[in-house]
C-alpha cells in the first residue's frame, strides 16, 4: 500500500472544509496532532476494553462498528467509508470502557487525531468548533435518528430497501453476512428478501 502523507492530509482538510472553511492557522496547529495509521482487512481499528485515545478519520477502506448482545449475538450497528470520522466518543467523552469494536472490511488507511489535544483546540479555535457542531448535527443528530427510527418501525424487507438506499455507493462492498448483521436477520432471511423484491428494489432508488 503506497502512503502519500501529503495527499491523504490534504484529503483531511477537504474534508473538513466542506462542514466549515478551517484557516491555515487552525490547520497547521490541527495536523501536529494527527498520525497516519495502515490498517489491513479484518483487523480492529480498536476492539472491546482496548484503550482508545483517538478519533479516526477514513482517507481510503471500509469499516464496520459492531458489538454483541447478553446472548453473545453479534451485529453491526454502522457503516463508515472515505471521508468519515470513528471513534468510541461516549468512551471518550466519560472514561468509560470501551464497549464495541470497529473492524476494517477493507485494506484500509486513516488518520488518527488524538483526542484531548483535538478538545483543547475545539476551545481555542472557532472554526474547528463551528466544523465539529456541523458534523455532529448532521452525522450524530439527523442520520443517526432516522436511521434507528427506521429499524424500529420497518420490517424487514423495508428495513433492507431503506438500507439501500442510505448505503447505495457502499453496498457492492459489502457482503450479505454484514447486512444481514445490521439489519438485525439471518444471512439466509436475507436471500429470501433480495428474491422477493428483485426487479423491484432498481425502480425504487431511481
Same mark, same amino acid.
Given at each position: 500500500m503506497i502512503i502519500d502523507n501529503k495527499q491523504i492530509f490534504e484529503s483531511l482538510?477537504?474534508?473538513?472544509?466542506?462542514?466549515? $472553511?478551517?484557516s491555515q492557522d487552525t490547520w497547521n496547529k490541527y495536523i501536529n496532532i494527527c498520525s497516519i495509521r495502515t490498517i489491513k482487512k479484518n483487523e480492529y481499528a480498536f476492539d472491546v476494553y482496548d484503550k482508545v485515545?483517538?478519533?479516526?478519520?477514513?482517507?481510503?477502506? /471500509? =469499516? &464496520?462498528?459492531? #458489538? #454483541? !448482545?447478553?446472548?453473545a449475538q453479534e451485529y453491526n450497528k454502522n457503516f463508515f467509508w472515505e471521508g468519515r470520522f470513528f471513534g468510541p466518543m461516549i468512551t471518550l467523552l466519560n472514561d468509560f470502557a470501551v464497549e464495541e469494536s470497529v473492524q476494517a472490511l477493507e485494506d484500509s488507511i486513516v488518520i488518527d487525531i488524538n483526542h484531548k489535544k483535538y478538545r483543547e483546540l475545539l476551545y481555542e479555535k472557532e472554526d474547528i468548533k463551528l466544523f465539529y457542531i456541523l458534523y455532529l448535527e448532521k452525522h450524530w443528530i439527523l442520520? *443517526?435518528?432516522? !436511521? +434507528?427510527? $427506521? /429499524? $424500529? /418501525?420497518?420490517? +424487514?424487507?423495508?428495513?433492507?430497501? !431503506? =438500507?439501500? *438506499? $442510505? =448505503? !447505495?455507493?457502499?453496498? #457492492? &462492498?459489502?457482503?450479505?453476512?454484514?447486512?444481514a448483521l445490521y439489519l438485525g436477520i439471518s444471512p439466509t432471511h436475507l436471500s429470501r428478501i433480495k428474491k422477493e423484491i428483485k426487479g423491484t428494489v432498481s425502480m425504487s432508488l431511481s
Open positions: 482538510k477537504k474534508s473538513l472544509d466542506s462542514y466549515h $472553511v478551517i485515545d483517538c478519533i479516526s478519520f477514513i482517507y481510503s477502506g /471500509l =469499516f &464496520r462498528s459492531c #458489538t #454483541t !448482545n447478553e446472548n442520520e *443517526k435518528d432516522k !436511521n +434507528a427510527q $427506521v /429499524l $424500529v /418501525l420497518e420490517n +424487514a424487507q423495508e428495513r433492507y430497501i !431503506n =438500507f439501500l *438506499k $442510505v =448505503f !447505495n455507493h457502499i453496498v #457492492t &462492498r459489502l457482503s450479505q453476512y454484514h447486512i
